[in-house]
DNA sequence: CTGTTAGCGCTTTCAC
DNA sequence: GTGAAAGCGCTAACAG
């Protein structure tokens, strides 16, 4: 394991030119960067983390907390880790996994031991305790998705409203008079994260506003078809679109137009904002609410249209 | 942010006292070993990851490479990745997570810049690059699963074989006498790693041991059910073990009797494996077959018994 | 049983 | 543009 030092004396230099001509904090001449970079490549070095840590104070880790609720989509999350991890990457950071069972100790120790220079909260809950220990950590932390007091914390989510509104929009301009929404089953509504409630309320204002008639329907936990089944009863031909379901990486898309939770979109997002206030700039608290991008996959169909569909 | 020092003055004690108090590599007073805790609880202290990884030369991390193949089970990755993160835990190592996109360049990183101390591999294909590089790297590496070399590698899998055997015994000592394996889509053999012909060859030879007829059955990659329907169409009553199924806790388990995949199972094997070569244990270079455990859920019925039951 | 001290390998002033 | 040197905060000899 070649140090520093090693490439020093090999190419002639002091231990501090070799930083900086890695690090590219200071201006170097081109000659001497060349040879240094020439040797390190030689001799195979590599800064160790634990020193380049603890000289810099920082760690370059960002923790991140994912708790498996036994019900919750694992498929999702694991998409979610993955699109911090690579978020991180890109600013060349790297990522920690906090495991549920201790959530709360995993964040306390990593911002204790300094383990972790930030914290990343994934599949907050509606009344979330990592949102209380959030407030009182000297440790920045950004939450993906929204407790339901988000009040001094740090959130970034899909802007579910906008996304049903502009859902809303789809199918009114499609010619529909008459807007269904396939609901969460109350006790999803009670544990989750709150944006099934702001989907529920864009949806009705956002109905109101556009003069559509809206039917809800929510599925009973037990038989969760029967609720589709009944919509359907009502009205064979429907257009359908999906807000807020995030995709999943190994199976082709269901077919239906969507206004997705993409972890591409929100993850990216969070992690600037770490990332940003690791470098010290101060703390914008507040939520950040990610504009929805639209997928079209032609389950949306022009009311006048109908009848050639068949 | 409290050091170690602070505690020491403190507590009127030599910074080593400290460290060994707390780390308890030497015997100490207990008098003040209780008053070096209290202080160190009182002033918030926790040593420093990046200081104490400097000075022990071991970054108490290790990271584990999860790629994310298109059509691998998602699921099952987020468990696994998890369960090694808490077996990590149990021997107070935290778990970095390595992307997809340059697993190969992940691993080099962790290693060169003594990131991590030994890394895990997951989810390992038969011809799995990392494979090789894990041969030419100084860093411990363990894979969960077997890549088609296995040669020089460190490697924890279920003992398939023996989970086919049982399994067929199970059916035997149930009364039948034509076993039926519902086996891997050609694709899949040839990406996977070779578990599935790891089943389908001890399936064989243990049917033929036991003087049971066997049957294979190999789904279409596009018509997965009608492998199924096949085999129920010339056996409607059927007995029915899974083989290496990963369960899903996010889901309730299929009502089958099952051997199954659990990554509670060969993640803690794993990671005691290699925490024990990062102690410097000698490499045990080889396989280490973990025994399947069966899952009983009733689908395995008497033949004697079944008109009862229809 | 406890204290002293020499590093661990970097980053970053501070001088030149 | 470059070098010298002072830490960063801890662990682990080594010496009592």
């Known amino acids: 394991m070649a140090t520093i030092e090693d490439v020093a004396r090999e190419a002639g230099v002091s231990i501090s030119t070799v930083s900086y001509a890695l690090s590219g904090k200071r201006s170097i001449t081109e000659d001497t960067r060349r040879r ?9 070095y590599a800064p160790k983390a634990a020193a380049r840590a603890l000289a810099a104070r920082r760690s370059s880790i960002i923790a991140v907390t994912t708790p498996l609720h036994a019900d919750t989509d694992q498929t999702a999350h694991m998409a979610f880790a993955m699109a911090v991890t690579r978020a991180a990457r890109d600013h060349d950071y790297d990522t920690l996994l906090l495991v549920h069972d201790d959530a709360l100790e995993g964040m306390r120790r990593s911002a204790a031991t ?49 996304a049903t509104r502009q859902a809303l929009d789809v199918l009114r301009a499609a010619g529909h008079r008459t807007v269904g929404l396939l609901a969460q089953p109350e006790d999803v509504l009670a544990r989750e994260s709150n944006y099934p409630m702001r989907i529920e309320r864009a949806f009705h204002r956002h109905a109101d506003e556009l003069g559509l008639s809206a039917v809800v329907v929510r599925p009973e936990p037990a038989a969760p ?62 939520v950040t609410l ?20 068949q």
């Open 114 to 162: 300094s383990l972790a220079d930030g914290i990343v909260v994934l599949d907050v809950a509606a009344r979330d305790p990592r949102a209380d220990l959030a407030r009182e950590l000297a440790c920045p932390v950004v939450f993906i998705g929204l407790p339901a007091d988000p009040e001094g914390l740090i959130c970034v989510d899909l802007d579910f409203e906008a």
């Open 225 to 286: 078809a029967r609720a589709i089944e009944t919509l359907l009863d009502d009205h064979p031909d429907v257009s359908v679109i999906t807000v807020g379901m995030t995709p999943d990486p190994g199976r082709p898309p269901l077919p239906y137009d969507a206004f997705p939770l993409d972890p591409g979109l929100t993850c990216p997002v969070a992690v600037d904002l770490l990332v940003r206030m690791v470098d010290g700039a101060v703390a914008p608290a507040g």
């Open 290 to 309: 990610v504009p929805p991008v639209q997928v079209t996959r032609g389950s949306v169909v022009p009311v006048s249209r109908r009848a050639e569909v």
């Open 36 to 44: 240094v970079l020439e040797v390190a490549q030689r001799l195979g």
